[in-house]
């Protein structure tokens, strides 16, 4: 039997496969459309061709698009967005640190600045007890009213940026990691040579093109289809030839 029925059928198994995967990557740009500092991500594929005849195409892997996401107003002091470059730092339950565009911070029982998550945000500065109206300025300079209502100075916010922000890896929650990809990870001011400025009472929205993703997931479920057809009149037309062999 013509080994081109076998390529066939596992070109059509592997188009199957790389079809779910990329479904999985859309579904969770849909599924965080209205998440606050969001990045959609996007799959890379890679044609596969060799001597152990592995034909068709692997999801190689997955990349953000670092794309500014609107900012709206808040009336939250705490809600702070980046425009332009940049991450805010955050330290995970294993000492880890995370990087985020989510600025929606609040204050937990231990006067500490953390992410809806409770995950503490990196800075330099300390929140007293009877501080009201916390602030930031473009430069990420932290302000506060203490006990007599009187304005004070709390702290400084820095950012992190990287050579390559579309590598980093998703931790979840919102969250990336510093990669190989990305390179390794540059804390400087906001406002300063390639960072951006951070805007109070404000929240970066998702980046995710909601028609764009829609559309893509048609396109997705149409392939994915015709991908299936293919792959089950392969394996008739292998069953037949099989059959008439026995016969």
């Known amino acids: 039997m013509s080994s081109s029925l076998f390529h066939t059928l596992n070109i059509s198994r592997q188009d199957i496969l790389s079809r779910m995967s990329d479904l999985d990557v859309t ?15 996007r799959s890379n594929f890679q044609e596969m061709l060799n001597q152990q005849l592995n034909e068709g195409s692997l999801l190689k ?7 500014q996401g609107n900012l709206r107003d808040s009336t939250n002091s705490l809600d702070w967005a980046i425009q332009g470059e940049g991450f805010f730092s955050v330290t995970l339950p294993d000492g880890t640190i995370g990087y985020t565009r989510d600025g929606q911070f609040g204050v937990d029982a231990e006067l500490n600045l953390v992410t809806a998550s409770g995950y503490p945000l990196v800075w330099d500065g300390t929140i ?9 300025s473009s430069e990420g300079n932290v302000t506060a009213f203490d006990e007599t209502g009187a304005s004070v100075a709390v702290g400084t916010v820095q ?6 922000p579309s590598g980093v890896t998703s931790y979840g929650e919102n969250i990336w990691l ?6 390794a ?24 093109d909601l028609a764009q993703e ?27 030839a099989i059959n008439i062999r026995k016969a």
Do not use: C, W
């Open 27 to 41: 579904s969770n740009n849909l599924a965080n459309v209205n998440t606050a500092g969001y990045k959609a991500s």
């Open 61 to 67: 892997n997955t990349q953000i698009l670092t794309a």
């Open 128 to 136: 007293t007890e009877g501080m009201s109206n916390i602030n930031i």
């Open 159 to 164: 950012l992190t940026r990287f050579p390559n």
């Open 178 to 183: 510093e990669s190989d990809a990305s390179g």
């Open 185 to 208: 990870a540059v804390a400087g001011a906001a406002g300063s040579e390639n960072f951006g400025t951070i805007s109070g009472y404000r929240v970066e929205q998702s980046n995710v």
């Open 214 to 240: 829609m559309t893509h997931i048609i396109t997705l479920q149409r392939s994915f289809s015709m991908s299936i057809k293919a792959f089950q009149q392969t394996d008739t037309m292998i069953s037949q």
